[in-house]
């Protein structure tokens, strides 16, 4: 039995008896369907706990003379997130790199809400991260997804890791839109 949601820290510390206390938030509609389980995992009193950073980065091309992204992401006319690529904006300096790379973060959660509510292709035909996404949300493990896909797990985190990659910056370009910033 597990259970998988994305949680921030509220409180890291040690108690009066030498435990380690951990408290999690996360939103009640993100668990909403696995509080019986939840329920249930508090119940046995002892847990197993793996904890891994929800924190992704990438690197993306500036244009160094115009400041301006060399790939934008932007909804076309069918509602559907697509790749431009902008081109050099700025003449060629002969040696100087005209692309400088900037790293930029965004969690995974983000990344998830966009693989879950927007419309965007994926290259690799063979595997929907969407789907997976949903099963997950729904309360099923890794493991029961994996074994339906004819996945080991591993393979199938991998997968899901290298759809999330690919998706990180058109998640930021929603984000920018929900902002306001595009």
Do not use: C
């Not at 934008?72 to 790379?101: A, F, M």
């Not at 309360?139 to 074994?147: K, P, V």
């Amino acid at each position: 039995m597990g259970l998988d949601f994305y949680a921030t820290f509220e409180m890291l510390s040690i108690d009066s008896k030498n435990n380690l206390v951990i408290k999690l938030k996360a939103p009640a509609e993100k668990v909403h369907d696995q509080l019986n389980l939840l329920s249930a995992i508090k119940s046995d009193h002892v847990v197993s706990l793996s904890i891994t950073s929800a924190m992704m980065s990438f690197e993306r091309q500036v244009d160094s003379g115009s400041g301006e992204l060399r790939k934008s992401y932007h909804r076309n006319g069918n509602n559907k997130w697509v790749e431009i690529d902008n081109g050099q904006t700025t003449l060629d300096l002969g040696n100087e790199p005209s692309y400088i790379n900037q790293s930029v973060k965004i969690t995974a959660d983000v990344v998830d809400d966009f693989i879950l509510s927007q419309r965007a292709d994926y290259p690799d035909a063979s595997f929907d991260p969407k789907h997976v996404l949903n099963r997950v949300a729904e309360g099923y493990s890794i493991d029961e997804i994996a074994s339906d896909l004819g996945l080991t797990p591993l393979n199938l985190i991998d997968a899901l890791n290298e759809a999330r990659q690919y998706f990180a910056p058109y998640a930021v370009a929603w984000v920018d839109e929900q902002n306001g910033k595009n």
